[in-house]
């Protein structure tokens, strides 16, 4: 073991916050670049429309004005259009009918907020009164905004799906699954909501793109949780200039949640129109209000899902159909998220030998949906624990104990929805859960609370979600564009100092210090001598970047794999040093010693050895100490848990307490617990803020966002959440054994598992079988009210 | 354009500005201090608070004129030599930070709310007054149990 207070298992303070809490941080709108100019996009005010004409001449002529740039100037220099990385296949075989998404609209637009044209000025204020020059010409189209209704709208979203379909996509053995519902002695059927919400990281969405004339070559500054992937794209796809001429820099990222893995139109934009103002950089800030309206949003799934169980109270099948709403794109990932990481996890932590499920992926002309928080696991689980919950009331069980008894019990475990269940112990969860939320004393508190005109609820969620994302094979067969390895370099100076190069990108979990931490086990060398090294692709060769909670067991896992060689070159040099067999090098706490002598070096003196090259034969061993890794991992990785929560519903009001939040996740083996439970608190308050407040709201009528800023949209606020003392974290720990650390994700854990607990427990203290999603004050007092008049 | 002048950070500072130009623009943008950020354009989020004459001030919402003559503390002027505040030592002992946006803002909220409740400010209130400032990361555990030590300590 390295020093016990730096190693893996410790809660070290993180290196990287001296720099936030200082002001020192360098976001993207933080960056300047000799002779900048700004950018500002002219945006569709239409839900659906034809472009008849774009006049610029009077806002060309404008003080200040350097540049405007629409579809046809895209067009014209063909850069290729934004793309969606996975291809789903419709259950009949025929491939997802895809749009065309250009970078700036061409003849059409399909949602508020879509971009029309590129304004470049010299200030914002100038690119603004341009912009606003501009006379856009348009005939209004019908459009459609509820997923629900969008298959038989008039509105046709794109040409190539008329009735508006993306893919019908299925999963299971729908006959076997019928069968099972037509023998099932108990059917619990529900329609089931799943409410859009918008990602609103804190920092906006920006860019710098800029040409160097004398190199041929692009620079774009990006708020991206994934460089690589966007030079990649915007190399390949957009056609802008080959990998080794565009440069893509992702700085501090002041939160992403999935919505900054995309490639938007934006950043292609800025970094493409640069070259034609003569290599003058622009940069863009998106305002929250083009947050709002053009972020990638989460979720709207509109589900009905079904559980049929035996007189025993076994669950014999599921049957799940989705609409799920794709906006008016297809974004990144867009497809992936509610088919391969939805219904693959359907069968929650439970036994279930029948599962199908129909997924019908829908336009709407309202913003792109895609991965946010947990991405299409909330939706599932939400489903599956909704579905179980509601089966055990119905049945009279209890619900934790209707849970254990369809638990998967022994692993490996195939589920009939692709995925094998590695390792776990569900049961150990829930009885850590019970104990810790005082589960056996609920009817002493539950009448406290009346006492107060309190109604008081308790509600689970027992989820299991696949991370570590994941398998290159296994996704490239299920429809993926790329790869979901991950990279590492481990790159020793002489001295004895340690730089690791990572494809990994960090915007606020803490990588600068979890992965100094496994350099500093493995090497024995202190944390402040680690610097982690990421988001740019001049100096880190490759890598897929952060998302998917797969930095731990993937990023790591090839940090691991490098330090593995690492060990084994600096072993054979101690040896040449020591005029010792490598053999009986041994290499512990930053020591190298020949075994059966005193014998010793340090790890600085075999790095320095390494690059002086003095005293072992180079023809033999390579001079330096650098290696490199990448790491394909052999499975998902399976974080479960169980959460409990506890809800005191005002009964005048109908406001929602959370009186307790208890949360016992399995997240294998943690490398340090204070980021890890940070984690774990801040996903679930995402997910508490879907349950209570956040929800995206777009007119029927006008197709314009109702939602649009921080005082129409409910972000969660310090007073939402339940006080310190009532919010309980636990762990269990089966190790994954699918990576040699042991390691599951916990990013998304929270955002996943929250939802149903919240809900779950304000049904159960209505006394109600469903409420909708926020379950804000005024739709819990209507949701009583209209008990109050049936029960008259 | 006018002059405006005032103290930023114990310095005197000076810059021409618009009537319009909002005194976080001046910090950023004038005067390159990029401590102080802004994430919303309604006055909701609070990553911009900044102290303007000792009193807690969300900088998107004066104007850089309405400063002439004011003492504006930011972000960047609360560590003293090397020597952290003891609002932003105990944001980093507490993980009351993740991606670090909303921090500037957070830490310059929390150290208005301790001065004007005193060293025992309640968990309730802290809660209460921390409404202007959205953090999208830690779920507001961590900064509330910050605000509790840093208060303690300062």
């Known amino acids: 073991m390295a020093d016990t207070k730096t190693g893996i298992g410790a809660s ?400 490996p475990h195939q589920t009939p929805v692709i995925m094998m269940y590695d390792a776990g112990d569900y049961g150990a969860a829930l009885d850590k859960a019970l104990d810790m939320s005082d589960y056996k004393n609920f009817a002493s508190r539950k009448a406290e609370s009346a006492k107060n005109g309190k109604l008081r609820g308790v509600g689970f969620s027992a989820y299991i979600e696949a991370c570590g994302i994941a398998p290159s094979a296994a996704v490239g067969s299920l429809g993926a564009g790329v790869g979901l390895w991950e990279s590492a370099e481990v790159r020793v100076n002489p001295i004895g100092t340690v730089e690791i190069l990572t494809g990994s990108h960090s915007h606020g979990q803490g990588h600068e210090t979890t992965f100094a931490q496994l350099v500093s086990e493995r090497l024995g060398v202190d944390i402040n001598n680690v610097l982690i090294v990421h988001g740019d692709t001049d100096k880190v060769q490759m890598g897929m970047g952060t998302y998917g909670s797969r930095s731990g067991a993937v990023g790591m896992t090839a940090i691991s794999k490098a330090l593995d060689k690492i060990e084994a070159k600096a072993k054979k040099i101690a040896a040449a040093v020591m005029e010792s067999s490598v053999n009986d090098v041994e290499f512990k706490d930053g020591t190298f010693t020949i075994k059966g002598t005193d014998k010793k070096m340090g790890f600085g003196e075999v790095a320095l050895a390494s690059y002086l090259g003095h005293k072992f034969n180079t023809s033999e061993i390579e001079l330096g100490l650098k290696e490199s890794a990448f790491h394909d991992p052999s499975n998902f990785v399976f974080p479960a848990g169980v959460h409990i929560c506890e809800v005191e519903v005002d009964v005048d009001t109908g406001l929602t307490k959370i009186a307790s939040y208890t949360a016992v996740d399995d997240f294998g083996n943690l490398i340090n617990p204070m980021i890890v439970e940070g984690q774990v608190q801040g996903g679930v308050a995402q997910g508490i803020g879907q349950a209570l407040l956040e929800g995206a709201v777009y007119d029927e009528d006008s197709g314009q966002l109702l939602t649009g800023s921080f005082m129409d949209y409910n972000m969660p606020r310090a007073a939402n959440m339940p006080h310190i003392e009532n919010f309980q974290l636990g762990f269990t720990c089966t190790p994954c054994p699918s990576n040699p650390l042991g390691m599951k994700g916990c990013g998304e854990a929270g955002a996943i598992a929250a939802p149903p607990a919240v809900i779950n427990a304000i049904t159960h203290a209505l006394g109600v079988r469903d409420i909708a999603m926020p379950a804000t004050p005024l739709t819990v007092w209507t949701a009583m009210q209209s008990m109050k008049i049936a029960a008259e | 354009m006018s002059v405006v002048k005032m103290k930023l950070n114990g310095k005197a500072v000076n810059g021409d500005v618009e009537a319009r130009t909002l005194l976080v623009d001046f910090i950023r943008q004038n005067l390159g201090m990029t401590g102080t950020h802004v994430g919303c354009d309604t006055s909701q989020c609070g990553a911009c608070v900044v102290h303007v004459n000792g009193k807690a001030i969300k900088s998107c919402t004066i104007l850089a004129v309405a400063c002439e003559s004011a003492d504006v503390t930011t972000v960047e002027g609360l560590a003293k030599g090397g020597d952290l505040h003891a609002m932003q030592a105990a944001f980093k002992e507490h993980h009351g930070l993740q991606c670090g946006f909303c921090t500037p803002g957070m830490i310059m909220s929390a150290i208005d709310i301790v001065k004007r409740n005193g060293k025992n400010v309640s968990e309730d209130v802290i809660r209460r007054e921390l409404s202007g400032n959205i953090c999208r990361c830690t779920g507001y555990h961590n900064i509330v149990k910050a605000v509790q030590a840093g208060a303690a300590n300062m």
């Not at chain 1, 940069?283 to 035996?310: I, N, P, Q, Y």
């Not at chain 1, 439970?350 to 992926?361: L, R």
Request: with cysteine; aromatic share 8%.
């Open chain 1, 12 to 411: 070290v303070r993180r290196k990287e916050d001296l720099r936030f809490i200082t002001g020192k941080g360098n976001y993207t709108d933080d960056i300047n670049l000799k002779d900048q100019t700004v950018g500002y996009f002219l945006r569709s005010p239409h839900a659906h429309a034809k472009i008849k004409s774009i006049n610029t001449a009077k806002a060309r002529k404008m003080d200040g004005v350097v540049g405007i740039f629409t579809g046809e100037d895209v067009a014209k220099d063909k850069l290729g259009g934004l793309i969606c990385g996975w291809m789903i296949h419709s259950k009949d075989g025929s491939p997802m009918k895809a749009g065309p998404h250009p970078v700036l609209a061409l003849d059409k637009v399909r949602f508020v907020g879509d971009q029309v044209a590129l304004v470049v000025a010299e200030t914002k204020e100038q690119a603004r009164a341009a912009a606003q020059a501009i006379v856009v010409s348009y005939d209004v189209l019908p459009h459609v905004v509820d997923v629900a209704k969008a298959m038989k709208s008039k509105a046709n979203v794109h040409d190539v799906a008329p009735d508006n379909r993306v893919f019908n996509w299925s999963l299971g053995n729908e006959a076997d699954t019928n069968a099972a519902f037509a023998k099932a002695a108990h059917v619990t059927s529900m329609d089931i909501v799943n409410n859009r919400l918008i990602p609103n990281a804190m920092e906006p969405r920006a860019a710098i793109g800029s040409y160097d004339t004398g190199t041929e070559s692009y620079t774009l500054y990006t708020t991206s949780q994934n460089p690589h992937v966007a030079r990649l794209v915007i190399s390949a796809f957009h056609g802008l200039a080959p990998e080794h001429k565009l440069r893509v820099i992702a700085p501090d990222v002041g939160g992403g949640f999935g919505s900054k893995i995309f490639i938007y139109g934006e950043e292609v934009a800025c970094v493409w129109a640069s070259k034609f103002i003569g290599g003058r950089p622009i940069k863009w800030t998106g305002e929250r209000s083009e947050s709002f309206l053009c972020d990638a949003h989460g979720r709207d799934h509109v589900t009905k899902a079904e559980l049929a169980m035996d007189a025993n109270g076994k669950i014999t099948g599921m049957r799940v159909h989705t609409k799920a709403a794709m906006g008016a794109y297809l974004s990144t990932f867009s497809a992936a998220v509610p088919t391969y990481l939805y219904g693959t996890l359907l069968s929650g932590q439970y036994n279930i030998p029948n599962i199908y499920v129909e997924v019908d992926a829908i336009y709407t002309n309202t913003a792109p949906v895609d991965a946010y928080r947990g991405a299409g696991r909330p939706e599932a689980t939400y489903v599956v624990e909704r579905l179980v919950e509601t089966a055990a009331r119905e049945l009279k069980m209890d619900p934790a104990e209707f849970r254990r008894k369809n638990f998967v019990t022994s692993f």
